[in-house]
């Protein structure tokens, strides 16, 4: 039971370019949430997806997308990097949504740190 | 709307010295209160929670009461070691809500 796993670890880009980062998590939850995490600063909420086939905005949507592939994965796109998105990247996810669920705490993986150069 | 205020960082004890970290809360209806431990270089670890009031959370010495009627969280460890030396963070769950809301985070160094 890995519960989430994020990919990759760390890079580094250029301004303009794209990336993917990529989350799975094993734990047959229904939802799954992107954060970043800007030093001295708390977790801000990039998106998230409450069920597969869902997406909704956080509170620091503008030049991201995402992607809920299927149950498991959740994906984050950077389409033109910006020095302003250099950051660490964490994915989470939680039986939100669950019947007879009633404890939403979310778990997260283990961040890619981001660097925008 | 719902939000979590937290103390403010740093904090910093010898070791085996009383933590307390405050924390309160503002939300309608019966809110799930966690905190969240973050190891340098890692991501979010749940440390304790507690779904209604009154429960008390705990896990690895640590403690924390869910108190209504003063709408706290505050989280306590009688005798801090340096491997407990991260940042704490403070979150509630609103009931119904697919969201967190996390406090600012406090930043606990343990020195030996």
């Known amino acids: 039971n890995a519960g989430v796993t994020q990919t990759p670890k760390f890079q580094v880009l250029k301004t303009g370019q794209s990336m993917t980062l990529q989350c799975a998590q094993d734990?047959?939850?229904?939802?799954m949430y992107w954060y970043r995490q800007d030093p001295g600063m708390g977790l801000r909420l990039i998106y998230y997806?409450?069920?597969?086939?869902?997406?909704d905005k956080g509170e620091v949507p503008n030049g991201y997308n995402v992607s809920r592939l299927n149950k498991r994965e959740f994906s984050l796109r950077l389409e033109s990097a910006a020095p302003s998105q250099t950051s660490v990247y964490f994915c989470a996810s939680s039986a939100a949504g669950t019947s007879g669920v009633s404890s939403y705490e979310q778990y997260f993986g283990p961040g890619t740190r981001l660097t925008v150069t | 709307g719902n939000s979590v205020t937290q103390m403010e960082g740093p904090v910093t004890l010898s070791e085996e010295a009383f933590l307390t970290i405050n924390c309160t809360y503002t939300a309608t209806g019966y809110p799930s209160l966690f905190w969240y431990v973050q190891y340098p270089g890692e991501g979010l670890q749940l440390l304790l929670k507690?779904?209604?009031?009154?429960d008390k959370g705990s896990n690895k010495g640590f403690e924390a009461t869910y108190r209504k009627e003063t709408t706290s969280f505050h989280l306590e460890k009688g005798s801090v070691q340096v491997s407990d030396s991260a940042v704490y963070f403070c979150?509630?769950?609103?009931?119904?809500?697919?969201?967190?809301?996390f406090g600012q985070g406090t930043r606990l160094t343990i020195n030996p």
């Open positions: 979150a509630l769950s609103g009931w119904g809500a697919q969201k967190l809301v």
């Open positions: 507690a779904t209604k009031a009154d």
């Open positions: 734990m047959n939850h229904n939802s």
């Open positions: 997806s409450a069920s597969e086939g869902t997406t």
